[in-house]
């Protein structure tokens, strides 16, 4: 009986989508999760955090502008130097998206109970993925017409290669809301699970579990790094990306 307690609320159990809300519409389970009520979240704080710390912007900033210019010139550097000025117009879009995976990690790591973190889910990290590989794609199309296809074929390849390099690039090309999503949703994964199963051994060996507590502070630690690192890294790739439809292999 206690091995099926412990089996029944494992490291793994955090990860659960449960429906807040059962909506089912004709046959399709529509119903509001827990998934959807952080992203909610999520969205809601990013708003506020912008709109108060642009509100009476000083010369002197306070801590809230401080970090929204640091976030504001870290996204506009990255698509700066990887995209370059053409990369201006695209700026809302990926800040918004490194904004929204940034809060999205952060609150999952917020120890009270019921915290969740989305961006461990596969699914959702797949769903902005697949987002941003068919916008690069039509930007690419809509700029250069057929003349993308180019990209498949890298400058200066002798031609006769092109039948073993052109299905590799393709494959590649093709793989990428794959790993994009999976670096993201794994490195969430991981670390909570880790998190949850050092928090365990805290509880399981009581006063004797101060060894293991300093081990789960260092990683939560760790962990909030990795959190903004996985964020920046999404939209750094996103720049690169959008860097390959718009300047096909200028860069």
Not at 28 to 51: E, K
Not at 121 to 135: D, E, G, P, Y
Request: aromatic share 14%; proline share 5%.
């Amino acid at each position: 009986m206690e091995h099926e307690e412990a089996a029944a609320h494992g490291p793994l159990d955090q990860f659960t989508i449960d429906r807040l809300i059962p909506i089912h519409i004709g046959g399709i389970d529509a119903s509001f999760t827990n998934a959807a009520l952080f992203m909610l979240i999520s969205v809601a704080l990013v708003t506020w955090f912008l709109m108060a710390a642009t509100r009476g912007g000083s010369l002197v900033p306070g801590r809230l502008q401080s970090l929204a210019e640091a976030a504001y010139g870290l996204v506009a550097s990255a698509l700066r130097d990887n995209v370059g000025p053409e990369g201006k117009k695209y700026f809302p879009f990926v800040f918004s998206l490194f904004m929204f995976i940034l809060f999205a990690n952060f609150i999952g790591l917020i120890p009270v109970p019921g915290s969740f973190t989305v961006t461990s889910h596969i699914i959702v990290t797949f769903a902005l993925a697949f987002f941003i590989f068919v916008m690069v794609t039509l930007i690419g199309l809509a700029r250069h017409k057929l003349h993308f296809f180019s990209l498949f074929l890298p400058a200066g390849v002798p031609i006769y290669l092109a039948p073993l390099l052109v299905p590799i690039e393709i494959i590649g090309y093709l793989t990428r809301p794959i790993s994009l999503s999976v670096r993201l949703a794994a490195n969430m994964l991981a670390g909570h699970t880790m998190l949850e199963v050092f928090a365990g051994f805290v509880i399981a060996l009581g006063i004797f579990g101060f060894a293991p507590f300093l081990f789960v502070i260092a990683i939560y630690g760790l962990e909030v790094i990795v959190a903004f690192l996985q964020a920046y890294v999404f939209a750094v790739l996103t720049c690169l990306y959008l860097s390959d439809a718009i300047n096909l292999h200028k860069h």
